[in-house]
Each structure stands twice: as structure tokens, then as C-alpha cells.
């Protein structure tokens, strides 16, 4: 006797029993990408990419407000008044941003989001703590000769960073000295490998994407 046609068959089915997306149809398709959480992105160097470029509109905002924060500063926050603070929070300052070099310095070897941004922002913030140094030390006497403003002491700074003088700034004091000698050696170990590491990670994400005429590809199929 002849089997009915709408009966349910006990063979299994080749066909999908979801939707054709290839995906659980009980998980919600995400808001940003149009994807399910589930599914597959094409890798997890796609994802990685996608995350990693959300940092950079951030890196201008960012270091302009390093260095507006610098201008805006009260003045006499710190300075010959308080010398215990002052030396206080200078070491505090650097001990941190050296902390937090070396852990994103790390995280630029594993190729995580978020470094490129983050140390650039420290190794300006470090720059603009020495900067902020050798501003409240120009108000001791005897300690600097032609350093008079915050732009002075930038400039001093960034002299020192790259190991030039013109002379037209003048060390005295040895507190001063002690400083330069310290941001010397701060740039030296700490300044340099996070620049290491930066132009490496940028180096490595150039190398991985793939060339501008490949995308445009078609098979002539």
C-alpha cells in the first residue's frame, strides 16, 4: 500500500531548518553589524581591524587636551611653597605613566585595540609632566636662567627629548640638573621602547591588510 505524501517522513532532511543566513535563528542579529553574535565575522583579525581604527579620531581630541590642560593649569598649584607636594606628585606622575607604558607596550605585541592611541597620549603626558617641572622650578632662584613661561618650558623640554640646546635656556641649579638628568634617562628607557613598539604595531597592521587593488577583484568566471 502506497505511503501518503503528508505524512512526516523519519529520514532526515539535507535542507536548513533556520533561515538561510547559516545561523541559530534564536539569536538576535547585532545592532552594529547587522550579524549575528553567534555567527562567524570572517575572523577574528576582521573584528580586531574593525575595533582598532574606533581609536583614532580619538588621538587628536586626546593630546589637544593634554596640552590645553597644561596652559590651564593653575600657576601656583605647585611650586617653592610646597616643595614636599611638588616633588610628591612628580614622582607619582612618572611612576604611573611608566606603569601604564609598560602595560600597553605589551599589549602592542599581542596586536590589542587601543594602544596606538594610548601611547601616544603617555609619551606627550610624560613630555608635559617634565615641561611642568621645569616651569614651577624657573620660579626658584637660581635655578634657570631665560625660562620664563609655560611655552619656554615646553620648549625646553622638547630640546632636552631630543638632546639639542641653543642656549638660549640656561640650567643653574642642581635640582634642575637632577631633573634634565632624569628625563634623560626616562626617555631613554621608557620613551624609546614605547616608540619601538608603536612603529612596530603600526608596521605589523600595514603589513596585514591586504593590497588596494585585490578588494576589486573579480573572478572572470
Request: charged share 20%; glycine share 10%.
Amino acid at each position: 500500500m502506497a505511503q501518503r505524501s503528508d505524512e512526516p517522513s523519519d529520514e532526515p532532511s539535507d535542507e536548513p531548518s533556520g533561515p538561510a543566513t547559516g545561523v541559530p535563528s534564536g539569536e538576535p542579529p547585532d545592532e552594529a553589524t547587522g550579524e549575528r553574535s553567534g555567527a562567524p565575522s570572517g575572523g577574528g583579525s576582521g573584528r580586531r581591524t574593525l575595533w582598532s581604527g574606533h581609536g583614532w579620531p580619538l588621538l587628536g581630541p586626546v593630546t589637544a587636551a593634554l596640552f590645553v590642560a597644561y596652559f590651564l593649569v593653575p600657576e601656583h598649584t605647585l611650586g617653592p611653597e610646597r616643595p614636599v607636594l611638588s616633588w610628591t606628585v612628580f614622582g607619582i606622575g612618572l611612576t604611573a605613566i611608566a606603569v601604564l607604558l609598560v602595560k600597553h607596550m605589551r599589549d602592542a605585541l599581542f596586536d590589542r585595540p587601543g594602544t596606538v592611541v594610548a601611547l601616544v597620549s603617555l609619551m606627550c603626558l610624560s613630555v608635559l609632566l617634565f615641561s611642568s617641572a621645569y616651569f614651577v622650578m624657573s620660579h626658584h632662584p637660581g635655578e634657570f636662567t631665560g625660562l620664563r613661561t609655560r611655552l619656554d618650558a615646553l620648549y625646553f623640554a622638547l630640546l632636552t627629548l631630543a638632546t639639542l640646546s641653543y642656549g638660549d635656556i640656561t640650567p643653574h641649579g642642581q635640582s634642575v640638573r637632577l631633573v634634565i638628568l632624569l628625563q634623560i634617562v626616562y626617555t631613554l628607557v621608557f620613551l624609546t621602547a614605547a616608540a619601538t613598539s608603536l612603529t612596530g604595531k603600526l608596521r605589523r597592521s600595514a603589513a596585514s591588510r591586504p593590497p588596494r587593488g585585490r578588494d576589486r577583484q573579480r573572478d572572470p568566471d
